[in-house]
């Protein structure tokens, strides 16, 4: 043991791997969370006294994570990804399926966008078995609270192994509604690509679908969590699991 004391000191962890808020603290001393680090302040260490601290981490949101990312169907398996309005170039449908958490389509219509849909078409019959998303604008919690976020959608498939003989009109057969899907707003958390599923939901389970193969899929926001400034709303990840 030292003697005499430290007149100001701290201690940074941060990791790409781990997400905050699963993180238990014990022992000693001040923590903070900032900018996705966890900082320990003392402002005045006395090296007379023993000082100790603790982390627990539960691995339950890397696990969900990686499985999410491991069966994400290849984005070049999509032939087309549309939407019904775009606020600009900068938040195109095509941001849903880029990998980067930070950026978001933005829908471009007055209002908050309910009605507004996404339609993703593939090059090929797929088998899909979930989809998961990631609502409102993740590129900082300044961007999240500032802009909506959907809290209730649509989810439409479009397969040839479904829909004949029905009533339908031949523009939409083949065309199933799916079940309405409610969301939770859920608060802000810092999305490193070993921690999506601390943001990402649930939009459908396809597996009571058998082996059916999908052609096409289209989402549409039926309500909305508004933004504490915009309108706008936003979607920033889209993701189709694989078998």
Request: glycine letters at 10%; proline letters at 3%.
């Amino acid at each position: 043991m030292g003697k005499g004391y430290i007149g100001a000191f701290s201690a940074t962890i941060s990791s790409t791997n781990i997400s905050w808020d699963k993180i238990a603290i014990g022992g000693d001393g001040n923590w903070q969370r900032s900018n996705g680090k966890l900082v320990w302040k003392a402002p005045q260490l006395d090296l007379n006294k023993p000082t100790s601290f603790s982390l627990t981490y539960d691995a339950e949101v890397y696990n969900r994570s990686q499985e999410i990312l491991d069966r994400t169907l290849n984005r070049w398996l999509i032939d087309d990804i549309k939407a019904s309005s775009t606020l600009g170039e900068a938040y195109k449908a095509e941001n849903l399926i880029d990998g980067n958490y930070a950026t978001a389509w933005v829908e471009g219509t007055e209002g908050l966008g309910v009605g507004e849909s996404i339609e993703i078409s593939f090059y090929r019959s797929v088998d899909i078995r979930a989809i998961f998303l990631i609502g409102g604008y993740t590129k900082n919690a300044v961007a999240y609270g500032q802009n909506a976020a959907p809290a209730k959608m649509k989810l439409e498939i479009y397969s040839n192994d479904i829909g004949r003989g029905t009533s339908l009109s031949d523009k939409e057969i083949g065309w199933r509604e799916m079940p309405m899907v409610d969301l939770n707003e859920i608060p802000f958390t810092h999305i490193y690509p070993d921690n999506v599923s601390a943001m990402a939901q649930r939009i459908k389970d396809m597996g009571d679908l058998g082996d059916v193969k999908i052609e096409k899929i289209r989402l549409t926001i039926m309500e909305v969590y508004a933004g504490a400034k915009y309108q706008d709303l936003c979607i920033s990840e889209i993701f189709l699991l694989e078998p």
